[in-house]
């Protein structure tokens, strides 16, 4: 049975690039949002 070194760290692949874009994505719309409810004198209750 082989060992795993656990120094070495997985590298990380084109799932992680795409989980990055969609929290950006995420945060754009959430900003814009709020961004548009500002324009309605929208508060936090």
């Keep these: 049975m082989s060992q795993q070194n656990s120094d070495q760290k997985p590298a990380p692949d084109v799932w992680v690039g795409l989980l990055f874009v969609s929290v950006a994505a ?7 949002l709020v961004f548009e409810l500002n324009k309605y004198d929208w508060a936090l209750p």
Excluded: D, E, K, N
């Excluded at 995420?26 to 814009?32: A, K, N, P």
């Design 26 to 32: 995420l945060s754009l719309g959430i900003m814009f």
